[in-house]
């Protein structure tokens, strides 16, 4: 079964409002990592955490980690009409470079 | 550095053959591992490679294996097609055996007819 768990599935917003998805997984984790993916593409490696980080900062992305609650949460901030996508967390296994995908949360903007 | 190259882009089969999948990984990243994405079960872990040493294996059947060569460039191959292995395969190319960032590239959206 999948580790991760996306919230909310489904997000629409105004362009220049601020994002936020959030992801729940169940066991323990090195890292988590968060990806990018346009309309059945590949998937864009936006940021890794690991589980010593509490927060994260790329750009106009905000990724906080809480391992005692088993959650991160990724910040979109000023969201633009390209940030339109599928966003998915992903753990790892602990035991390489085996990743555990949510199921997604489709960020919709709008112009 | 190129980025992950997965070939081909697109192929359609017809159920009952075989196909392989294609994948080089980043320059100098050793750990490459595939992935199936499907609108029903999502992103779901198929195998890994490190060193040409399969390290982990997903809850696939045996229709699917793969394989890493020596210059770290990756195959899988999935044999006797069936309907339900139409999906976007994935590839992630990752530096290190763990703990580190993984790319991935575009994909190969196989439609088995």
């Known amino acids: 079964s999948q580790q991760g768990e996306e919230d909310p599935q489904a997000l629409s917003i105004q362009e220049g409002e601020n994002a936020t998805m959030n992801c729940s997984y169940k066991?323990?984790?090195?890292?988590l990592q968060w990806y990018r993916q346009n309309s059945g593409r590949g998937l864009v490696h936006l940021i890794l955490i690991r589980s010593n980080e509490r927060e994260k900062h790329s750009g106009r992305l905000r990724v906080t980690l809480d391992t005692s609650k088993k959650s991160s949460s990724l910040l979109i901030t000023a969201s633009r009409a390209a940030d339109t996508a599928s966003y998915f967390c992903a753990t790892d296994s602990g035991t390489g470079n085996q990743f555990y995908f949510g199921t997604g949360t489709s960020l919709t903007v709008i112009p | 550095k190129a980025g992950v190259t997965q070939t081909p882009r697109y192929l359609i089969k017809t159920r009952g053959q075989q196909v392989t999948l294609s994948c080089s990984p980043i320059s100098g990243h050793r750990s490459v591992s595939w992935y199936q994405q499907t609108p029903g079960q999502g992103l779901q872990f198929l195998f890994e490679y490190f060193s040409e040493t399969q390290r982990n294996k997903g809850n696939f059947p045996g229709r699917f294996s793969g394989r890493q060569f020596s210059n770290s460039r990756s195959e899988m191959n999935v044999s006797t097609l069936e309907l339900g292995d139409s999906a976007l395969y994935l590839c992630a190319s990752s530096e290190q055996v763990m703990n580190t960032e993984a790319f991935f590239g575009q994909g190969t959206r196989l439609t088995v007819v």
């Open positions: 066991t323990s984790i090195n890292n």
